[in-house]
């Protein structure tokens, strides 16, 4: 398996370290900016005298940032709260997380966290169809996308760079239905692909582009907002990530570490990400107002052992279609 470390050892020389208080807890995340700061701030305020500072950055760039760190036997943080379960199954295989078999899981399904118990899912982020509202089309499908009528009015956030559309394409392309072709069909039709879900949300909001595939939270968030923005889970089903936070076996604050999982899933934690305009992963504690009453959301059955052996390999050939 083409593991993370081994990917981008040849750019070590490009590692940046971070210089941290010998007691603070070190926190890698891929939140949104505001949402980081937003959960570190309500942490402390659940434990005084605890310190966190913050590395912040898209999934894929701050995995490549900690292959590089471990690659150098220098690894920074203590705890991760990145996009998804397969860049952590990656982790894991390497030996880089540290179970946490006390962890306090209940109210959460069995498919939201690790059975070894070495990361678990903080709430739960769909991906699906964003369109401005001056759009001549309604999507329904996923292959709507593909018709005459989208043709060069579609966006979609770079694998390369956001783990939840990293999880989109291993999803699609190991189905049936969609596979490879898909994505070959959403290239001829005009697709392109910007950084992150940010850049997706701001092109359609703004009418650069009609249709954006995009995570559920910001679009409605968006919408509610009045931004003139529509959202479509897809017939197919939509894929979802779970955000799932994780101590690393490397940790040099492992009790404090600790105590920021246990904040992430306190039913505190988990009303915070409700807040935010999350699904949390702990249903009994709400839905955010955002999601129609009454409203089926059809999550993907992906296998994530097969994902996490056809990842890489899908991101070196979307790249190939896309452009890096």
Do not use: C
Not at 45 to 60: D, H, K, L, M, Y
Not at 198 to 216: C, F, M, P, Q
Not at 228 to 241: D, K, R, S, T
């Amino acid at each position: 398996m083409k593991t993370i470390i081994g990917k981008v050892a040849l750019g070590l020389a490009a590692a940046t370290f971070i210089t941290t208080s010998a007691h603070a807890l070190l926190l890698y995340t891929s939140q949104p900016e505001a949402d980081a700061t937003q959960t570190v701030e309500a942490f402390k305020q659940a434990n005084p005298g605890v310190e966190v500072e913050i590395f912040r950055s898209g999934t894929s760039d701050l995995l490549s940032k900690l292959a590089a760190e471990i690659a150098a036997g220098n690894p920074q943080p203590d705890v991760l709260l990145i996009a998804d379960a397969v860049s952590m199954e990656l982790l894991k295989a390497d030996g880089h997380l540290m179970p946490y078999p006390e962890a306090d899981v209940s109210g959460l399904e069995e498919t939201a966290y690790d059975a070894d118990r070495t990361y678990f899912g903080s709430k739960l982020i769909t991906t699906g169809i964003a369109y401005n509202t001056a759009a001549p089309e309604k999507p329904e499908s996923w292959k709507d996308l593909t018709g005459e009528a989208y043709k060069n009015l579609i966006v979609m956030p770079s694998p390369l760079y956001s783990g939840a559309a990293a999880y989109l394409l291993a999803g699609f392309t190991n189905r049936d239905d969609l596979g490879w072709d898909y994505f070959e069909s959403l290239k001829e039709n005009g697709l392109v692909t910007v950084q992150g879900n940010g850049a997706v949300l701001r092109s359609v909001a703004t009418g650069e582009k009609a249709y954006g595939i995009l995570v559920d939270f910001m679009a409605m968030n968006a919408k509610n907002e009045g931004s003139p923005i529509g959202f479509v889970f897809p017939e197919e089903g939509v894929p979802a990530v779970t955000e799932p936070v994780a101590i690393m076996s490397s940790a040099k604050n492992v009790e404090e570490a600790k105590k920021f999982v246990d904040f992430i899933l306190s039913d505190e934690g988990q009303k915070l990400a409700l807040e935010q305009g999350y699904l949390p992963a702990n249903p009994s504690v709400g839905q955010p107002e955002w999601l129609p009453e009454g409203t089926q959301v059809n999550v993907m059955q992906i296998d994530i052992d097969a994902v996490v052996k056809t990842i890489d390999a899908d991101k070196e050939r979307f790249s190939q279609i896309f452009g890096g």
